[in-house]
């Protein structure tokens, strides 16, 4: 036995702990394995054109038919430069870069250097190690508070009022009491921090229930029981089944006799499929566990290399809502800072007027309202609730509370194809031998060609599950003659028993040991007790095909399987070579000896376009693959070549020395097995159906009712996402489709956009390299054209493709955009889009973990963004203005009340007053405006038309806004001059009359902006009036007791907040009369 072991750590169920992922791996029984798919690459083109003019006029087509027709060049945005640089956001840039650099300076990273691990001896390492823990907590004790001031202070509207309040403690700009502004900061500052400290603590016990998993330790004394947060680099970890691995391990041992192990990376890049790793040899064959640390064995690792499983993170996203009352804030300080330079104009610049414009700033800082942002966050996180409770979508998660209203508001919906708008089950359909075809309703016909070779076999004296010496001698290949229909079909139905990557898998008896060789003896074979593991869902849907017609496979391991016939007889074949499927390759094989014949058979299988040229000369294979596409069916091409023993002899020294080359190792592996590829014959062609998911065609007509353009990008063959495209009605019956002809250059590029330029109405179908090619040299046409269309289809797309269309979509429409996808390739194009919803599927849950919303079913988006999303918005929107008006009407009456007395900067409201105003008196009923809704949830899904004038943005707009300027001026212009008209001797009766006018008022406004009442939103408004009128017994500071209870107090406030009502109401309901909203035809 060697004392050392040089290995590389390789990711697998495993032994030796090495540094933990924020991503798990979870282990399984024997499977299969496939290689990943490398990201899609597009070699570049190198056209060198002139530049050729591209958008020719209708008249250009009109009167001269040639594509090089001198045309005006596409828009180009001129770059600013200079001080409009710097005015137009490079201060940003310059600012973020300096910190970028600071931070780079202060954080430099330590040099990551290769290590050496000792086995069950974490003492011996020569570097401390990081604890082996997942935290995904956002801060700590000490970054905790400035970390969320931050966040807060950040914004244009909360660093405002900590000016404002920070300013009353200099005594000549002092206006009131302290808690006057800082009462109503320190509450939306203890709200914010008790919902940052709330989910703070729910990441602390997600990342407690995972670090607090228990694990079996191996170590001299036996097992013991330890935490996953406790493993060192070092220690021996024994990995259960079905158990997820806590960290980067070392493969040392497996109770598997042949070594093998298969992983399952669901959770680290999305993929399903079982992949297969081999434990270390010296290890495997130790007589027991206990032997590990009696051969002081130690593992070198090299230094961390940068690859897939390397850890990404997500920012936090901001939705447009924000951003568009944000720019409103900043208009608000703009009026408020002009307001304040009038009156001071009016004062005529007396004494210190610099001090008296900072005061009179302070005295209409009411104009930015403090509670915006609270009221928003808080409604967010009640749209979340609702959305989640909601019974008609089950499952749905809410992952980002900050842009619920974002599903309002979406024009582009890009989509995945398999397992989104598919259920990602395969189910098989079709077999076509190329003179005879094979269907559903045929299946029977397969079964008796294939009972007929078997029945005619005898097996040898002891079965052939025993034969454990079969003849070696190569046998001659047969003479080459028209084989029969039965004898096509049972080769046909053998090679896609043998080529794949599937393994099945028996659940041991209850009751049965634990041991290895005990547990594998007991194991139950039955059919019923049989699933299968395979690296995709169209490898089980073959293999269950053949069960189902006759051809059974038992048993798989690395260096055999064994399959059951028709009549009972065990086939075994010795697994020579396997050859994995890459999405370079498109194809995979496998090399098998027949134990009873000691035939060598080469099997490949693969897609059409790389098996063409392997396969002999036919006349039926691209014609069929065209056929079967156009049904909406995935198709593999079956191949095979039979082998002599000199000629597998002869491949395998070649193929072993490739192996071992240091130099090009996968070039020369790759030219050897192509080797084999050549003139094999064509055994027939397989259609497998990827049914679609529940309700995807009335969810895709809705959506397009509603207004919002569809794209489906996906990795499939164009003819597959055509068809699919056509049977999920993503394209609709009366629309054309302009299939994207293959360009390679620039010149091709040029001539199919203008020949797609002519088409109207038309939904555009394009594949990957060509949509390259297109926006290398005409982005900004491409996307103009597409963007025309109803639907796009992009076919064979990359997932940084994915994502780059998304970003073009941003860029050139400045429309929201919202991607939906359930696999790990889909996570790119979820996080570049505006909102991203994951779908929990097959695929595993990384895209429902990295997306914004993850919902169960796709049919689960039309009650997402037609309910939820829509009224999300209007709400929001309404209440952001309402907010706005609440604070508009008090600086009204305070700028109406000095400019009465002389343009004094003086207080109109102090103390108590202004604090209760802003909360107690009438906070309920206008946070309870979340509550409203215009239409029934279920009239907005049957009239989805309803969600297109959201598309617009008119629920806020510069229109809206100056709408409620306008009501807030003459509510608080009236407020304040009815009070003065009306008070007779003592001021405080002024204060009196309009303060409680004003509470009158802004209830009564509550109601009338109401659409739909609920029955908390009356129990808000009983409240906050009896909460009001109980205070008047408390508040004889600021009003006369013996003057309030008084009927003449009772008529002049009835009065003044009548006059300021009524006619709203008025102009209300001729509005409604006269130009009634399209939610009101409905409603009535």
């Known amino acids: 036995m060697a004392d050392q072991i040089?290995?590389?750590?390789?990711?697998?169920?495993?032994?030796?702990?090495?540094?933990?992922?924020?991503?798990?791996?979870?282990?399984?029984?024997?499977?299969?394995?496939?290689?990943?798919?490398?990201?899609?690459?597009?070699?570049?083109?190198?056209?060198?054109?002139?530049?050729?003019?591209?958008?020719?006029?209708?008249?250009?087509?009109?009167?001269?038919?040639?594509?090089?027709?001198?045309?005006?060049?596409?828009?180009?945005?001129?770059?600013?430069?200079?001080?409009?640089?710097?005015v137009c956001g490079g201060w940003k840039l310059l600012c973020t870069s300096c910190c970028d650099w600071l931070i780079h300076i202060c954080q430099r990273k330590r040099e990551l250097k290769a290590r050496t691990v000792w086995l069950g001896h974490p003492e011996k390492c020569e570097e401390k190690h990081p604890r082996n823990s997942i935290k995904n907590q956002k801060y700590n004790v000490f970054t905790f508070i400035p970390g969320v001031l931050y966040e807060q202070f950040k914004f244009f509207l909360n660093l405002y009022f900590l000016v404002v309040s920070c300013s009353q403690f200099v005594p000549a700009l002092k206006i009131g009491y302290l808690y006057t502004y800082w009462a109503p900061l320190g509450f939306v500052l203890a709200v914010t921090i008790m919902r940052e400290a709330i989910d703070e603590f729910r990441r602390f016990q997600r990342d407690k229930e995972v670090n607090s998993q228990l694990y079996s330790k191996l170590t001299i004394r036996g097992k013991v029981q330890v935490k996953s947060s406790d493993i060192q680099v070092g220690d021996l970890i024994i990995v259960e089944k079905n158990q997820r691995i806590p960290s980067d391990?070392?493969?040392?041992?497996?109770?598997?006799?042949?070594?093998?192990?298969?992983?399952?990376?669901?959770?680290?890049?999305?993929?399903?499929?079982?992949?297969?790793?081999?434990?270390?040899?010296?290890?495997?064959?130790?007589?027991?566990?206990?032997?590990?640390?009696?051969?002081?064995?130690?593992?070198?690792?090299?230094?961390?290399?940068?690859?897939?499983?390397?850890?990404?993170?997500?920012?936090?996203?901001?939705?447009?809502?924000?951003?568009?009352l944000n720019q409103l804030t900043k208009a608000l300080f703009g009026a408020l800072v002009a307001l304040s330079v009038v009156m001071v104009t009016l004062q005529g610049f007396v004494g210190p007027w610099y001090r008296n414009l900072f005061r009179f700033l302070l005295l209409l800082s009411y104009i930015i309202p403090i509670s915006l942002r609270v009221n928003l966050d808080m409604g967010k996180a009640a749209y979340g609730w609702m959305i989640m409770k909601d019974e008609n979508i089950p499952g749905t998660v809410v992952r980002t509370s900050t842009i619920p209203e974002e599903?309002?508001?979406?024009?582009?919906?890009?989509?995945?194809?398999?397992?989104?708008?598919?259920?990602?089950?395969?189910?098989?359909?079709?077999?076509?031998?190329?003179?005879?075809?094979?269907?559903?309703?045929?299946?029977?016909?397969?079964?008796?060609h294939l009972r007929n070779p078997y029945t005619q076999m005898q097996p040898p004296a002891g079965g052939q599950a025993g034969s454990t010496t079969p003849p070696r001698k190569a046998q001659s290949t047969p003479p080459k003659v028209r084989k029969s229909v039965s004898s096509r079909v049972h080769e046909a139905v053998k090679a896609i028993a043998l080529?794949?990557?599937?393994?099945?898998?028996?659940?041991?008896?209850?009751?049965?040991?634990?041991?290895?060789?005990?547990?594998?003896?007991?194991?139950?074979?039955?059919?019923?007790?049989?699933?299968?593991?395979?690296?995709?869902?169209?490898?089980?849907?073959?293999?269950?095909?053949?069960?189902?017609?006759?051809?059974?496979?038992?048993?798989?391991?690395?260096?055999?399987?064994?399959?059951?016939?028709?009549?009972?007889?065990?086939?075994?074949?010795?697994?020579?070579?396997?050859?994995?499927?890459?999405?370079?390759?498109?194809?995979?094989?496998?090399?098998?000896?027949?134990?009873?014949?000691?035939?060598?058979?080469?099997?490949?299988?693969?897609?059409?376009?790389?098996?063409?040229?392997?396969?002999?000369?036919?006349?039926?294979?691209?014609?069929?693959?065209?056929?079967?596409?156009?049904?909406?069916?995935?198709?593999?091409?079956?191949?095979?070549?039979?082998?002599?023993?000199?000629?597998?002899?002869?491949?395998e020294s070649r193929y072993s020395q490739a192996k071992l080359s240091i130099h090009d190792r996968a070039l020369k592996v790759a030219a050897v097995v192509e080797s084999l590829e050549r003139e094999m014959e064509l055994l027939c062609l397989t259609g497998v159906e990827d049914q679609l998911q529940a309700d995807v065609r009335p969810t895709l007509e809705m959506l397009r009712n509603a207004g919002i353009k569809i794209w489906m990008l996906t990795g499939d063959k164009l003819e597959t996402a055509t068809c699919i495209a056509?049977?999920?009605?993503?394209?609709?019956?009366?629309?054309?489709?302009?299939?994207?002809?293959?360009?390679?250059?620039?010149?091709?590029?040029?001539?199919?956009?203008?020949?797609?330029?002519?088409?109207?109405?038309?939904?555009?179908?394009?594949?990957?390299?060509?949509?390259?090619?297109?926006?290398?040299?005409?982005?900004?046409?491409?996307?103009?054209?597409?963007?025309?269309?109803?639907?796009v289809v992009c076919c064979r797309c990359s997932p940084t493709q994915k994502a780059h269309i998304?970003?073009?979509?941003?860029?050139?429409?400045?429309?929201?955009?919202?991607?939906?996808?359930?696999?790990?390739?889909?996570?790119?194009?979820?996080?570049?889009?505006?909102?991203?919803?994951?779908?929990?599927?097959?695929?595993?849950?990384?895209?429902?973990?990295?997306?914004?919303?993850?919902?169960?079913?796709?049919?689960?988006?039309?009650?997402?963004?037609?309910?939820?999303?829509?009224?999300?918005?209007?709400?929001?929107?309404?209440?952001?203005?309402?907010?706005?008006?609440?604070?508009?009407?008090?600086?009204?009456?305070?700028?109406?009340?000095?400019?009465?007395?002389?343009?004094?900067?003086?207080p109109l409201y102090q103390g108590f007053l202004m604090v209760g105003y802003a909360t107690l008196y009438t906070m309920f009923p206008v946070f309870s405006l979340v509550l409203d809704q215009d239409v029934k949830p279920e009239m907005a899904m049957l009239y989805p038309e309803l969600?297109?004038?959201?598309?617009?943005?008119?629920?806020?707009?510069?229109?809206?806004?100056?709408?409620?300027?306008?009501?807030?001026?003459?509510?608080?212009?009236?407020?304040?001059?009815?009070?003065?008209?009306?008070?007779?001797?003592?001021?405080?009766?002024?204060?009196?009359?309009?303060?409680t006018a004003l509470i009158l008022t802004e209830l009564l406004m509550v109601a009338l902006t109401v659409?739909?009442?609920?029955?908390?939103?009356?129990?808000?408004?009983?409240?906050?009036?009896?909460?009001?009128?109980?205070?008047?017994?408390?508040?004889?500071?600021?009003?006369?007791?013996?003057?309030?209870?008084?009927?003449?107090?009772?008529?002049?406030?009835?009065?003044?907040?009548?006059?300021?009502?009524?006619?709203?109401?008025?102009?209300?309901?001729?509005?409604?009369?006269l130009a009634p909203p399209s939610y009101s035809k409905l409603s009535s």
């Open 249 to 324: 391990m070392v493969f040392l041992r497996t109770s598997e006799k042949a070594g093998s192990c298969f992983i399952r990376t669901d959770q680290l890049d999305g993929e399903t499929d079982w992949k297969p790793k081999v434990a270390v040899s010296c290890t495997q064959r130790l007589p027991a566990l206990g032997d590990l640390f009696s051969i002081s064995a130690y593992v070198y690792a090299q230094k961390p290399q940068l690859d897939i499983h390397s850890f990404e993170g997500t920012f936090t996203r901001v939705g447009l809502l924000d951003l568009e």
């Open 1011 to 1073: 659409r739909t009442w609920h029955w908390l939103m009356v129990v808000a408004e009983v409240l906050s009036l009896g909460c009001y009128v109980a205070s008047l017994a408390f508040l004889n500071e600021y009003f006369d007791v013996a003057f309030i209870t008084s009927a003449t107090f009772v008529w002049k406030v009835s009065a003044v907040t009548a006059v300021s009502c009524l006619p709203l109401y008025a102009l209300k309901h001729l509005k409604r009369k």
């Open 726 to 791: 056509k049977s999920s009605h993503l394209v609709s019956r009366t629309q054309d489709i302009h299939i994207f002809r293959p360009v390679t250059n620039r010149g091709e590029a040029h001539l199919e956009l203008n020949a797609f330029r002519r088409k109207h109405d038309c939904a555009l179908v394009i594949s990957g390299d060509s949509l390259e090619v297109c926006l290398k040299f005409y982005e900004h046409e491409l996307v103009e054209l597409a963007c025309q269309c109803p639907a």
């Open 947 to 995: 969600y297109k004038d959201l598309t617009k943005g008119r629920s806020l707009s510069f229109k809206t806004f100056l709408v409620w300027v306008l009501v807030s001026v003459y509510q608080g212009g009236i407020l304040m001059y009815g009070a003065l008209l009306l008070f007779e001797s003592e001021f405080v009766h002024v204060v009196a009359i309009s303060f």
């Open 407 to 448: 599903l309002g508001r979406l024009v582009y919906l890009l989509t995945d194809k398999t397992g989104t708008l598919t259920q990602n089950e395969m189910v098989f359909k079709r077999l076509h031998l190329g003179t005879v075809s094979y269907g559903a309703d045929t299946m029977d016909e397969i079964q008796s």
């Open 806 to 906: 998304v970003k073009l979509l941003q860029q050139h429409t400045g429309r929201r955009t919202c991607a939906i996808g359930d696999g790990g390739n889909d996570v790119s194009m979820i996080q570049m889009a505006d909102c991203g919803i994951g779908i929990e599927g097959k695929e595993g849950r990384q895209a429902a973990l990295a997306a914004d919303f993850s919902i169960a079913q796709f049919k689960h988006v039309g009650r997402l963004l037609m309910v939820h999303g829509r009224s999300s918005y209007k709400r929001s929107a309404a209440l952001g203005q309402f907010v706005m008006h609440r604070g508009l009407i008090i600086s009204t009456m305070q700028a109406v009340f000095s400019s009465v007395f002389y343009f004094a900067s003086v």
């Open 6 to 86: 040089p290995l590389c750590p390789v990711r697998g169920a495993a032994a030796a702990a090495n540094r933990r992922r924020a991503a798990y791996y979870s282990v399984a029984g024997p499977g299969p394995g496939a290689e990943r798919p490398s990201r899609y690459q597009l070699e570049d083109e190198s056209a060198h054109l002139d530049e050729m003019p591209l958008m020719m006029s209708e008249e250009g087509f009109e009167n001269d038919e040639s594509d090089y027709h001198t045309l005006p060049r596409a828009r180009i945005t001129r770059r600013k430069r200079g001080l409009e640089w710097l």
């Open 499 to 651: 080529c794949h990557n599937v393994t099945p898998v028996y659940e041991p008896r209850a009751g049965a040991p634990t041991e290895a060789e005990d547990a594998e003896a007991d194991q139950d074979f039955s059919d019923g007790n049989r699933t299968y593991q395979a690296a995709s869902p169209d490898e089980v849907a073959l293999v269950q095909w053949t069960e189902s017609v006759g051809l059974t496979l038992v048993s798989r391991d690395l260096a055999s399987m064994q399959l059951r016939s028709p009549s009972g007889q065990l086939l075994t074949f010795s697994v020579l070579q396997t050859f994995p499927f890459t999405s370079e390759s498109k194809r995979m094989g496998i090399i098998v000896r027949d134990e009873s014949t000691a035939e060598i058979t080469f099997y490949m299988k693969g897609a059409d376009v790389a098996m063409a040229s392997i396969v002999q000369y036919n006349d039926w294979l691209e014609e069929e693959c065209g056929n079967m596409a156009r049904e909406g069916l995935r198709t593999l091409v079956v191949a095979k070549r039979a082998l002599t023993e000199e000629q597998y002899q002869d491949f």
